[in-house]
């Protein structure tokens, strides 16, 4: 069979290789460094990010003619041409300008509202790469923000969810379940899904991401960031791979997202996954590993392996049950197993739940 290389070798590269193994679909992450690779013709190339720098094997990988959704990376990956795109398909997201070289900060103001976000264009991720404007303080616009980045008027939101979704080469459209979300500076702590309570925005958040995936002529797994704001939904940001936000489909869905993705990028046939149970995602940021997370039950532990560092993603938990009752006495004493500010997270996951 065909293999599947992946441009990027982190822990979604990873987790996409541990998926084509019972598949017997050869995953191969190839780091960007890596020496060229031996690609065969009839080999399906993809992507765990949506930039990548250039180099000898990446060059390789991308000019490949499977190199699946090769046109779409580039449009998500700069914030510019992805707010255009959500514009274009009349998608609902934050309003917005692009920020020039002779953007005053008083214009943003004027156009946005006294709370202005800076996002630069290319490359940030977990909240990095962005700076508040406030009125209030008469903040300007750094330097080095000019010509680089987006400018997102401040979003008061109740809470923040998203949508993950597969689609396959003939088209056929497949979506988990809305998934809440939380982060803590910018970075993604846990995640709960499903929950009954957003089962009502599922028909629209559907139909925002099958639009965008249609138009796109997108084939494999996407994310929708979402900022719910009473009923409505906005988009904040689309990833054109599997998502964080997805990872709990490891343990509550008969097909996780890196399946539905190696299924779809290798031509396979995809079918509605089912879903299990409630289930929790907690990410493991900047924190020791601990074994003892393996004594509680229900956990499901991917630990990634990276060199420890504040603030770093180095693995997640997933907890999956039936019965509420068993997923909040797991949830609990994974609580007593992690530092700050985990007690704030499981507080919210608790809150959440239901
Ligand atoms: P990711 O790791 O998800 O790729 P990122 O660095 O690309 O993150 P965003 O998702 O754009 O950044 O923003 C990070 C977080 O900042 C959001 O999840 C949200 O909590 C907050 N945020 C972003 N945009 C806005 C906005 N317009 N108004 C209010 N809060 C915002
Ligand atoms: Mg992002
Ligand atoms: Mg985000």
Redesign the pocket.
């Known amino acids: 069979m065909k293999k599947v290389w992946v441009l990027g070798a982190g822990q979604l590269g990873a987790m996409m290789k541990h998926a084509g193994l019972p598949l017997n679909v050869d995953v191969e992450a190839v780091a960007f460094d890596a020496p060229k690779v031996s690609l065969g013709s009839d080999d399906a190339v993809t992507a765990e990010i949506e930039l990548w720098p250039q180099s000898a094997v990446t060059d390789q990988l991308s000019a490949h003619p499977n190199f699946v959704n090769k046109d779409v990376f580039p449009r998500l990956a700069d914030r510019y041409t992805q707010k255009q795109l959500l514009d274009e398909l009349s998608i609902a997201t ?1 309003p917005w300008r692009v920020v020039e070289a002779e953007t005053t900060a008083a214009s943003l103001y004027s156009a946005l509202g006294d709370t202005v ?1 800076l ?1 630069r264009r290319t490359g ?7 700076y508040w404007l406030k009125n209030a303080e008469s903040t300007q616009v750094p330097e080095d923000f000019l010509n680089q980045s987006i400018a ?4 008061p ?1 109740d809470e ?1 969810v998203s949508l993950v979704g597969a689609r396959d080469k003939d088209g056929n459209l497949f979506f988990y379940p809305l998934t809440l979300n939380l ?1 803590l500076d ?3 702590m846990a995640s709960v899904s499903p929950l009954s309570r957003l089962a009502q925005l599922q028909p629209v958040a559907e139909s925002m991401l099958g639009k965008l995936l249609t138009s796109l002529n997108y084939v494999g797994v996407m994310a929708m ?1 979402c900022f719910r704001v009473g009923d409505q939904l906005m988009v ?2 689309l ?1 054109p791979r599997v998502h964080n936000s997805g990872h709990w489909t490891q343990a509550g869905a008969s097909i996780s997202q890196f399946e539905y993705h190696v299924r779809a990028v290798a031509g396979l046939p995809l079918a509605p996954a089912r879903i299990k149970a409630q289930t929790v995602m907690i990410n493991l940021i900047g924190v020791e590993r601990n074994d003892g997370w393996l004594g509680v039950e229900g956990t499901e532990l991917y630990w990634y392996g990276k060199e420890v560092r504040a603030g770093r993603k180095l693995g997640h938990i997933n907890v999956c049950a039936p019965k509420q009752s068993d997923l909040c006495a797991s949830l609990h004493q994974l609580s007593s197993l992690l530092p700050e500010p985990y007690p704030t997270v499981f507080e919210w996951v608790d809150r959440n739940l239901s």
């Open positions: 934050a976000l996002k940030g991720y977990d909240g990095r790469g962005q997102e008027q401040k979003i939101f923040e982060h910018g970075i993604l960031e904040n940001e990833a």
